[in-house]
């Protein structure tokens, strides 16, 4: 069974690009969230999918941030335009449906290091 | 809401020395708490979980933590490290919802 994949590895970018992340969840996880890390600090959520639609999207920093999941398989996120302060790893995580054996386990993506210059 | 305070950014023992990382919660609700290593260059890798029942959980690669209510603590240990336990090991908790609520992180260096 594939894990959770992500492209790109890595992006540089220059302040006022904009660039978009791809995140392919585990099949059949109905379940996909985003989380960040910036340098030297803790990882952070940024937002939840149910299949398609958006459960949490309380940690997006700003509207410069927007996250797609159309047809509930992989999921986009954009950043546009980025800023330097953007620059950090975006790890994807997916997991089953609640109810299901083993639901409360987020399984991660490698991560994309996103560097704004 | 929930917290997390991982104590001591690195951490570093000797090959076949006992690994002890401590993790203390704050959560609103009954925590869901969990371990997740990152080795370089990897993405984040489930080590064990506590949810319900047993406060002792083992964990892969012969880890395992103890959840303590009155302590709020889910300290990670490890009888005996070895070479390939050098990572950054991440505590995380969730009330129960579904977003995780991570740590800031511990790095663990092995020497010989």
């Known amino acids: 069974e594939a894990g959770v994949t992500q492209f790109p590895s890595h992006s540089v970018i220059e302040k006022g690009q904009t660039v978009t992340l791809r995140c392919d969840p585990i099949s059949g996880h109905d379940n996909l969230y985003w989380y960040r890390r910036v340098m030297g600090k803790e990882i952070k959520f940024l937002l939840h999918?149910?299949?398609?639609?958006?459960?949490?999207e309380s940690g997006m920093p700003n509207n410069r941030f927007l996250a797609e999941r159309t047809g509930g398989t992989y999921s986009t996120l954009k950043v546009q335009p980025a800023e330097l302060e953007d620059s950090g790893v975006y790890f994807c995580?997916?997991?089953?449906?609640?109810?299901?054996?083993?639901?409360?386990?987020?399984?991660f993506g490698p991560g994309t290091r996103l560097t704004v210059t | 809401a929930q917290s997390v305070t991982q104590l001591g950014s690195h951490v570093s023992v000797s090959e076949g020395a006992l690994v002890l990382l401590r993790c203390n919660y704050s959560s609103s609700v009954p925590p869901y708490l969990f371990w997740y290593v990152q080795y370089p260059n990897q993405g984040l890798q489930l080590l064990l979980k506590?949810?319900?029942?047993?406060?002792l959980v083992k964990g892969i690669n012969g880890f395992e933590a103890e959840f303590k209510k009155s302590e709020t603590s889910f300290h990670l240990t490890k009888p005996s490290a070895h070479m390939s336990d050098a990572a950054e090991y991440f505590c995380a908790v969730t009330g129960g919802g579904n977003k995780l609520t991570f740590g800031t992180g511990t790095q663990l260096k092995v020497e010989l």
């Open positions: 995580a997916s997991s089953q449906e609640r109810g299901k054996t083993g639901a409360y386990e987020q399984y």
């Open positions: 999918f149910v299949k398609e639609s958006k459960q949490d």
């Open positions: 506590y949810t319900t029942g047993a406060t």
